[in-house]
């Protein structure tokens, strides 16, 4: 079992780093970690056994995991021939999406995945960055700003309600984003800016603010 009083090492594919990005209830660890040709890959680590598994990527550079669901979805980014920066999904069972359509976007990343199978990130233009939604084997949603140019989503939970920060126009802002309320400045604690990361089951919002 895990010791909570002292870290584990978690080990690389070869190279001379890694970062572990998220967890899940039963040990299973997803980040990215280096390989002696100095890529990054992402990969699920196994706490149980010690393992590590190498996920590949979309067919060209690097990558990396940055969120796993407690049913083994994994959200990340990856280099494909084309682009160095291509959101990817992929099931437990190994399957590994693109998730961006090439016509719209010119590049983007998966920073949070959902046991509902939906994940959420941002996608960029030649100009902007726009916090996005997709669901499971679905097309991109792109999400509305709070009125300035860009804004990222960085948490997604089971009821499809996402959370991130985003451009005012004069600050960065904290949003919550639902489909049924649209999105929502979530303020600050009476500073300037403020940023949302994460959101549980229940729809609690955890992120920083500056104060006044």
């Given at each position: 079992s895990l010791s909570l009083s002292k870290p584990q090492l978690l080990g690389t594919l070869g190279?001379?780093?890694?970062?572990?990005?998220?967890?899940?209830?039963?040990?299973?660890i997803v980040g990215s970690a280096q390989l002696k040709n100095g890529h990054y890959?992402?990969?699920?680590?196994?706490?149980?056994?010690?393992?590590?598994?190498?996920?590949?990527t979309l067919g060209d550079g690097g990558g990396a995991g940055f969120a796993i669901s407690q049913n083994g979805f994994v959200a990340g980014v990856s280099g494909t021939v084309?682009?160095?920066?291509?959101?990817?999904?992929?099931?437990?069972?190994?399957?590994?999406?693109?998730?961006?359509?090439?016509?719209?976007?010119?590049?983007?990343?998966?920073?949070?995945?959902?046991?509902?199978?939906?994940?959420?990130?941002?996608?960029?233009?030649?100009?902007?960055?726009?916090?996005?939604?997709?669901?499971?084997?679905?097309?991109?949603?792109?999400?509305?700003?709070?009125?300035?140019?860009?804004?990222?989503?960085?948490?997604?939970?089971?009821?499809?309600?996402?959370?991130?920060?985003?451009?005012?126009?004069?600050?960065?802002h904290a949003f919550l984003w639902t489909y049924t309320g649209g999105v929502t400045d979530l303020g600050t604690l009476g500073g300037t800016n403020s940023k949302a990361f994460a959101i549980s089951r229940e729809g609690r919002v955890v992120g920083s603010s500056e104060l006044p």
């Amino acid at each position: 079992s895990l010791s909570l009083s002292k870290p584990q090492l978690l080990g690389t594919l070869g190279g001379a780093g890694s970062d572990a990005e998220g967890i899940t209830d039963h040990g299973k660890i997803v980040g990215s970690a280096q390989l002696k040709n100095g890529h990054y890959h992402p990969v699920i680590w196994t706490i149980r056994d010690g393992s590590i598994q190498d996920l590949g990527t979309l067919g060209d550079g690097g990558g990396a995991g940055f969120a796993i669901s407690q049913n083994g979805f994994v959200a990340g980014v990856s280099g494909t021939v084309a682009h160095p920066d291509e959101p990817f999904w992929r099931s437990p069972s190994g399957l590994m999406i693109d998730l961006l359509p090439h016509h719209i976007y010119v590049g983007g990343t998966a920073a949070a995945a959902s046991a509902a199978q939906n994940v959420a990130g941002w996608v960029n233009t030649a100009n902007n960055t726009y916090p996005a939604f997709w669901r499971a084997f679905s097309s991109v949603k792109q999400l509305p700003t709070l009125g300035g140019a860009n804004g990222i989503a960085t948490g997604i939970n089971v009821k499809n309600q996402v959370v991130g920060y985003s451009d005012t126009g004069s600050a960065t802002h904290a949003f919550l984003w639902t489909y049924t309320g649209g999105v929502t400045d979530l303020g600050t604690l009476g500073g300037t800016n403020s940023k949302a990361f994460a959101i549980s089951r229940e729809g609690r919002v955890v992120g920083s603010s500056e104060l006044p």
